[in-house]
């Protein structure tokens, strides 16, 4: 029910922009975040966006991205992006979009997740 897309190849200091497409139902109020995992690491919040059940485009980071990175949605595509810019090495990893009833930075509180896309940044 969700399909993350964008992932690919940056040199340290370009872009990308991962998108999130939603099926199935609307996901307007769910929080939707962005997670990311690293080869031989767990599983760690990058970024998340409220619900319209909540305080409406409240956001947040992990402190590691803030400034860099920019959560947002569409819900008339039902789509949820992550633009991140400045990339750094040490943002490869494995990025995992994901729905949760309520807003949280922790991966329990998600039980709707999509596959994944490979982000790789060369130094």
């Known amino acids: 029910q969700l399909q993350a897309s964008g992932g690919g190849l940056v040199q340290a200091g370009g872009s990308l922009r991962l998108s999130c497409a939603a099926s199935g139902r609307a996901f307007v109020s769910y929080a939707m975040g962005w997670f990311r995992q690293a080869p031989g690491k767990e599983r760690e919040f990058v970024a998340v966006l409220a619900g319209a059940s909540w305080f409406e485009g409240g956001r947040d980071y992990a402190d590691s991205v803030k400034g860099r990175f920019t959560i947002s949605r569409d819900n008339a595509k039902n789509t949820v992006y992550l633009q991140m810019n400045s990339l750094k090495p040490e943002d490869t990893a494995v990025y995992y979009c994901?729905?949760?009833?309520?807003?949280?930075?922790?991966?329990?509180?998600?039980?709707?997740w999509g596959q994944g896309t490979q982000v790789t940044v060369s130094s």
């Open positions: 994901a729905a949760a009833p309520g807003y949280s930075t922790n991966p329990v509180a998600y039980k709707i």
